[in-house]
């Protein structure tokens, strides 16, 4: 089994910046990938940045990108999202997930929610203009 535990929400201005982190404990394996989703009140979840854990090889939305930055920590097992520039939009539900399957034949990671079988219990971060 594998937990994930994030932190880091809040409530911020627009253009003030946040860094959310998640620490994987459990079965995680050596070759996996991590990424952020949020959900945004009666809206779908959608994908914000993935990293493979082995080579940190990274993807970003396209909503975030030149904003957000997706980074780990293999010592603390943690990955963390800094977010920069933010922006009402932004006001979501941000979950971290991890795919289990072996990366290590893969040079990016999925953006697709399905592929992640863990996910974590969400942390708010709200964005006042």
């Known amino acids: 089994q594998v937990q994930l535990v994030e932190s880091g929400g809040g409530s911020v201005q627009a253009g003030d910046s946040l860094r959310l982190s998640c620490t994987a404990s459990?079965?995680?394996?050596?070759?996996?990938?991590m990424a952020w989703f949020r959900q945004a009140p009666g809206k779908e979840r959608e994908f914000v940045a993935a990293?493979?854990?082995?080579?940190?090889?990274?993807i970003h939305a396209n909503s975030v990108k030149g904003r957000f930055t997706i980074s780990r920590d293999n010592a603390k097992n943690t990955v963390s999202l800094q977010m920069n520039s933010l922006k009402p939009e932004d006001t979501a539900v941000y979950y971290c997930?991890?795919?289990?399957?072996?990366?290590?034949?893969?040079?990016?990671?999925?953006?697709?929610?399905?592929?992640?079988?863990?996910w974590g219990q969400g942390t708010q971060v709200t964005v006042s203009s």
């Open positions: 990293i493979t854990w082995s080579d940190a090889n990274t």
């Open positions: 459990g079965r995680t394996g050596s070759n996996y990938a």
């Open positions: 997930a991890l795919d289990q399957r072996d990366y290590s034949r893969s040079y990016y990671p999925s953006p697709s929610r399905s592929e992640y079988g863990y």
